[in-house]
């Protein structure tokens, strides 16, 4: 909320941490209180519609907060794209599909317009697994972005926020190149990593597939409910669904990647609602539901990678208490998840013959060509959504290649073919020489696949390593969750209070008359001093106070701490509590406040300016040192000058080393 227009933040919290509400307060806090709209990118239409449901239950009166979807009525979709022209559309949630397709020119012109505030992708780890294979969109909504950006009149750049539990170093490099601009800041990573402590690990091996149908069957007749069975394979899936049921377990649910967007949506609800509580599930479900009392989740496969695997059994023991997690593992799981660990990247051949078909398509400008997604390449009779996805995914591999920019992407259903299909093109910029002959792909190409290729196997093996016991679970965990890049350097067992600001800037910029009236000591810790007297309180004290509160703010100040009394209290000796006053002073219309026995709990740095305000009842009482020395690029202390310094009892704060200035001469410079 603090961040600047046009800032990239990706946001690490582990599950159950409070994603969610990051993103709600983004979309309908500080500056959001102003207008505008937030989108907020999810991987599926039922989680669009569950968090839709959460945040309208905490959206002001009036807001409009929606969910789009493919066979909307013609009345709630005109309605919504009104509100996206008019600013008016406080908060919307998408799918990649939509954003990238239908509602691609009302996003667009309310970027033009200036009422684009923030977009937020959520999952964003999706955004480079599912996207380099069978949804490219979470990979072309990048262009889009791009091009959303460079749309926003001048100094009313959107933020952007990427929020996902799990990040790997491949995920993070990713996403920094996926979300970079030549003109715009860099990625900030904000994490806040520890192994979730909720789930019990439990592992056994099955010498045949009948010996874990009985295994499975065993384990869930004795488990704690509610429970997820996961499996890798649809045909799986309704084979399992079909034995639970077989079982006399009738409250068992079912849902795969080819379920029919109704029957998905009523198994959801009958999920959430507690009308079952036996989920038969592939990796597609689960991702951002939010089901606190989930108490098992049983694999009866083995997930192609570390990350997959935890990100599954975080669905788990949400609500902070205990759960289970048991996988059991044949042979055949093996060779599945060798090939599944293995990234959808189409081969050399393929690859450069597809290619070749694309290429050079229309130029459009300098270095920027027109590619028709469409194309066929030789051998090929037949148009289909499956050969627009490869033709997708062969630019998207050059792209991650560093051979091109990918520009723009969509599909115009305003110009279609003599067939009556729309348009669906790919405009891309040439970084390097077309790869056209099997030297140059080889060179270019075939050197990222290899990568790729070998990072996949890391992870395989990095999962056997999990299904041997060759190292304790956590300490596979830590070595995949480390991201140095991101400043990620530790991975804890247990939660910590400690989230990595960006060291490099402000959150806030302090006004130029705060900077001069400090002069010298313009960072740091700085005691604002003001007497009481050891008589009533003078007159003009209270005012003045009040009055140097109010200015902090609008100068850049967007921190304050104070007593809780002090938080409450209507009236300062006849002066109106100045917190609400700061509140709309601040640009952002936002501010946070602190109460001073937090402090030991948020001593780590954050690159926020911030006030403390020591009242005049507590004239006679030391400094703590948490305050003192909290971690902050500039903390301002309004103290009375009698404070004892902490470490000289008989001594004032005043004369202790500390730089000072009096609040009279301070309220001086504010006013000028």
Sequence with gaps: MLSPPGCVRLVVLPTGS????????????????????????????ALAFDQMEQARKHAPPGAAVDAWRSGLDPATSEAIRTRL????????????????????????????????????????????????????????LTALWKNLRSAC??????????????????????????????????????????????????????????????????????????AILYVTKVEDAIRWHRWCLNQGWSRTGLIHGECAAHDREQAITNWREGATDLMVATSAFGVGMDKGDVRLVLHACVPENVDRFYQEVGRGGRDGTACVSILLSTQEDFRTGSGMSSPKLIGDELGLDRWRTLWPGNKVGDDQYL???????????????????????????LVRAGV?????????????????????????????????????????????????MAAARRDWNSMERILRNDAPLASILRQTYLVPAAGIHDVTEIPVDEIPSPPEDLCASLATHLTTALGIHASGT??????????????????????????????????????????????????????????????????????????????????????????????????????LFISRPLHLILVPEECPDPGHPLRRITDGGFPSIELQNLLQQLKS
């Design 153 to 226: 009149p001048a100094g009313r750049a959107f933020k952007t926020l990427l929020m996902t539990a799990t990040v790997t170093p491949q995920t993070h490099a990713d996403l920094c190149r996926l979300f970079h601009t030549d003109d715009g800041p860099a990625m900030v990573t904000l994490a806040a990593i520890h192994l979730r402590p909720e789930p019990d690990y439990h592992t056994a091996h099955c010498n045949t597939e009948e010996e874990r149908k009985a295994r499975v069957l065993e384990i869930l007749r004795h488990a704690p409910r509610p």
């Design 371 to 397: 590619l028709d997604l469409r194309a066929l390449r030789p051998g090929k009779k037949w148009d289909s959504e499956r050969n627009i996805g490869w033709n997708i995914r062969t630019i998207l591999m």
């Design 85 to 140: 022209h008019s600013g008016q559309q406080r908060l919307l949630y998408v799918s990649p599909e939509s954003l990238v397709g239908r509602l691609r020119r009302d996003i667009s012109e309310a970027a033009k317009r200036g009422f684009l505030s923030t977009v937020i992708i959520d999952e964003a780890h999706l955004v480079t697994q599912w996207g380099a294979s069978f949804r490219p969109e979470f990979q072309t």
């Design 526 to 627: 700085v005691l604002i001093t003001y007497r009481t007297s050891s008589g009533p309180l003078r007159d003009d004290l209270p005012r003045k106070l009040a009055e140097t509160l109010r200015r902090l703010a609008a100068a850049g100040i967007r921190e304050v701490s104070l007593p809780p009394a002090w938080r409450v209290r209507k009236f300062w000796y006849g002066e109106r509590n100045p917190i609400s006053e700061m509140q709309m002073q601040a640009p952002e219309k936002f501010l946070i406040v602190r109460d001073p026995a937090e402090d030991s709990r948020f001593a780590h740095h954050a690159a926020i300016p911030r006030v403390s305000f020591i009242p005049p009842d507590l004239a006679g009482h030391p400094i703590p040192d948490s305050l």
């Design 18 to 45: 409070g994603k969610s509400l990051v993103g709600l307060s983004a979309a309908l806090a500080g500056p959001a209180k102003a207008g505008g709209t937030t989108i907020i990118v999810v991987p599926t239409i």
């Design 404 to 452: 091109l920019e990918l520009v723009d992407t969509g599909i115009d259903f305003a110009e279609a073919d003599g067939e009556g299909k729309p348009s669906v093109h790919a405009t891309v910029r040439l970084l390097k020489n077309s790869p056209n002959t099997e030297e140059d792909w080889d060179a270019q190409v075939g050197t990222y696949r290899k990568e790729v």
